[in-house]
């Protein structure tokens, strides 16, 4: 299983990014996936799930980011709008498939004040 994630990098205060990660060797369509985030100093946290009923977004995030998958490519994206200082972590790929769970190697976003 593969979990390539990229997108990060160093944005303004209120600007926007989008974090790509492309999966295989895991049955796409029927996966939860997911973003984490980890803060230096900070446990990771869960961003935002997706499976194919709908997805989940941590409180700190909703309404400034965006889950969405494209089954067909085998992609999911984080649409991240409004960033703000706080969102600086490393941000982490997740997948879930038939009970296992894989991580995607990280990619950094910072977000300048």
Same mark, same amino acid.
């Given at each position: 299983?593969?979990?390539? &994630?990229? /997108?990060? /990098?160093?944005?303004?205060?209120?600007?926007?990014?989008?974090?790509? $990660?492309?999966?295989? /060797?895991?049955? #796409?369509?029927?996966?939860?996936?997911?973003?984490?985030?980890?803060?230096?100093?900070?446990?990771?946290?869960?961003? &935002?799930?997706?499976?194919?009923?709908?997805?989940?977004?941590?409180?700190?995030?909703? &309404?400034? #980011?965006?889950? #969405?998958?494209?089954?067909?490519?085998?992609?999911?994206?984080?649409?991240?709008?409004?960033?703000?200082?706080?969102?600086?972590?490393?941000?982490? $790929?997740?997948?879930?498939?038939?009970?296992?769970?894989?991580? /995607?190697?990280?990619?950094?976003?910072?977000?300048?004040?």
């Amino acid at each position: 299983v593969q979990l390539q &994630a990229s /997108g990060g /990098g160093l944005v303004q205060a209120g600007g926007s990014l989008r974090l790509s $990660c492309a999966a295989s /060797g895991i049955i #796409f369509s029927v996966s939860t996936m997911a973003w984490y985030r980890q803060a230096p100093g900070k446990q990771r946290e869960l961003v &935002a799930a997706i499976t194919g009923g709908g997805s989940t977004y941590a409180d700190s995030v909703k &309404a400034r #980011f965006t889950i #969405f998958r494209d089954n067909a490519k085998n992609m999911v994206y984080l649409r991240m709008n409004s960033l703000k200082p706080e969102d600086t972590a490393v941000y982490y $790929c997740n997948a879930g498939s038939y009970g296992l769970r894989y991580w /995607g190697q990280g990619t950094q976003v910072t977000v300048s004040s």
